[in-house]
């Protein structure tokens, strides 16, 4: 089998089923099916895919939300003629600057944006909406609920982590003038849903405001793991403090700002907005929750981390904190991430599997791999994937490796990929032993080199470029693959160039966009043609650097605590 296959042409209806990808084979082909947007949202980034090609994923760049110009302060947005009645760019403007302009979006005296929606598909697109509430004088949706879809089983049970609606609540301010506030009553927490019941979910209980949490995966005996709050954390405890003290040392009194209000300040301004200042407030560890099927947490807890304190105590260097995430769980329970130690200058990171017989363990110790390496994803037949960063040409670039968990020795198998030298990280496996992410696949440049998705049999050792699948004039490119079910049905992110309405112009954008990737035995056909010197069909897929996609979703960032998944 050719490691570069060429595209076959677009089908006109997604091909659910099972799919023709074996136990150690790739398939021949690939149908490639977009599966569409919502109007409500520019840009669809897919997150996970179940047995029955359901998949769900995140919205973003949102437009059309309920704004309510009439609570606006026109001194805020000097380039806005007219207030009340705003062309669509400065409508866009007005929408950007309540979630991003640094003298609007800080104030909690201004309205709040959503900035993530969650979407589901099954044959259909449809916004999972449980989390809004409607407006109390317009009767219109808030459209302040943030919902962000990461993991999926087979049952359609829907996990992430949920944002909840801010509400106005009247108060005093700073100067004890009275005043009215947009906030939330807790920290974005972990979200469950079948689809028609939501439910939140935190870590340990008696927190404030229930600390933080995101549910990252479930599996199909309704075990869930993520992260979640442990203890409140140090800086958090000060600011509930200031927040809640109502004298100063003199005994003057301090005018105080609602509690909530007080404590969003503090959340928003280390909640990602400036990614090198962020620093998590609350103290957070690795956490499981077994649901019931009415999604009741019927046992819950910490998962730990496989740092030594007493030895880390020793070794020279000052740790600022521990964290730790369970990225994903198998059906054996198996549950695997990434443990982190901050310190002065640095974080280290041990891919972990957290519940070994041996409780959490770092299974590169010991290897000289270095101190950046994570589990992203694990099978059924108890294989891990993950990446460590390893020193190459002098630079540090990320390396696929796998895990038989079942192996004594934890041996860690480094596959070659596009090449010895490009980077190359995982997303997920299948039972299959299939794994897809992204990687480098113009490894002859020093720089920019262009990343797609990839699909990697560990059986065959056959890695294929899934850009290569798409049609010559589909005008997508594959930036990554994001999951596979065992079907062999690739979930991706596609990038197209887009258009909108504005003011009566059309304007072009780069959008983002899930493709579903169905297996075929159907050979693929070249674009080029044998022995041509040109080709008149050379793909129009847009490209852009990886960094410049996660721009368009800089948006994101804002209002949910967003965690790097590499």
């Known amino acids: ?292 099927a009415q999604g009741n947490v019927v046992e819950k807890g910490a998962l730990g981390i496989p740092f030594d304190k007493e030895a880390d105590a020793e070794d020279g260097f000052s740790t600022i904190r521990y964290t730790s995430i369970a990225r994903d769980v198998n059906n054996q329970g198996d549950i695997v991430g990434v443990s982190r130690r901050a310190i002065q200058g640095a974080h280290l990171r041990k891919a972990t599997w957290f519940n070994s017989p041996e409780g959490p363990k770092d299974v590169r110790a010991g290897s000289g791999d270095g101190n950046i390496s994570e589990l992203v994803a694990v099978n059924d037949q108890r294989i891990a994937v993950g990446f460590s960063q390893r020193f190459i040409e002098q630079e540090q670039r990320s390396r696929l490796f796998y895990i038989d968990l079942d192996d004594p020795e934890l041996n860690a198998v480094y596959p070659v990929g596009f090449s010895t030298v490009g980077i190359w990280q995982p997303r997920a496996i299948n039972n299959h032993n299939v794994v897809v992410g992204r990687a480098e696949v113009e490894i002859n440049a020093r720089s920019n080199r262009r990343f797609s998705g990839f699909a990697f049999d560990i059986n065959s050792g056959v890695v294929m470029n899934l850009d290569d699948y798409l049609p010559c004039d589909s005008g997508l490119r594959i930036v990554e693959a994001v999951d596979i079910n065992n079907s062999g049905e690739i979930l991706a992110i596609a990038m197209v160039t887009s258009t909108f309405e504005e003011d009566g112009e059309t304007r072009n954008y780069n959008a983002l966009r899930a493709v579903v990737m169905s297996p075929t035995d159907q050979e693929p056909t070249p674009c080029t043609p044998p022995g041509s010197s040109e080709d008149p069909n050379t793909r129009q897929g847009a490209f852009m650097h990886p960094i410049l996609v996660g721009m368009l979703s800089l948006l994101a960032l804002i209002t949910l605590r967003r965690r790097k998944t590499s």
């Open 1 to 292: 089998m050719r490691n570069n296959k060429l595209a076959i042409a677009i089908s006109t209806a997604l091909v659910w089923g099972i799919g023709t990808a074996g136990a150690d084979a790739l398939p021949q082909g690939y149908t490639v099916t977009e599966i569409g947007s919502l109007p409500q949202a520019r840009n669809v980034v897919p997150r996970a895919i179940n047995e029955q090609g359901h998949a769900v994923g995140v919205l973003s760049d949102l437009v059309g939300q309920n704004i309510r110009l009439d609570l606006l302060d026109p001194e805020d947005f000097p380039d806005v003629d007219d207030i009340m009645n705003p062309t669509d760019a400065e409508l866009r403007r007005i929408r950007d600057r309540l979630i991003a302009g640094e003298a609007v979006s800080t104030s909690p005296r201004n309205q709040k944006l959503a900035t993530e929606l969650a979407f589901l598909f099954d044959g259909e697109m449809q916004e999972l909406d449980g989390y809004d509430t409607l407006d109390d004088e317009t009767g219109e949706r808030t459209d302040s609920a943030d919902f962000r879809a990461i993991g999926m089983n087979n049952h359609g049970i829907v996990v992430g982590q949920a944002g909840l609606p801010y509400h106005r609540i009247d108060g005093q301010d700073s100067q004890g003038e009275d005043a009215t506030f947009f906030t939330r009553e807790t920290f974005p927490i972990g979200a469950w849903t079948d689809g028609v019941n939501y439910r939140t979910v935190g870590g340990a209980d008696d927190l404030i405001q229930g600390g933080t949490a995101s549910l990252y995966a479930i599996n199909d005996a309704n075990l869930a793991v993520g992260y979640a709050s442990v203890a409140d954390g140090w800086r958090l405890e000060e600011i509930y403090e200031r927040c809640t003290t109502a004298e100063d040392e003199e005994g003057e009194p301090i005018h105080l700002e609602p509690v909530s209000v007080c404590l969003w300040r503090f959340w928003f301004a280390n909640s990602g907005i400036r990614e090198g200042a962020r620093t998590p407030f609350t103290d957070e560890e690795a956490f499981y929750w077994q649901f019931d």
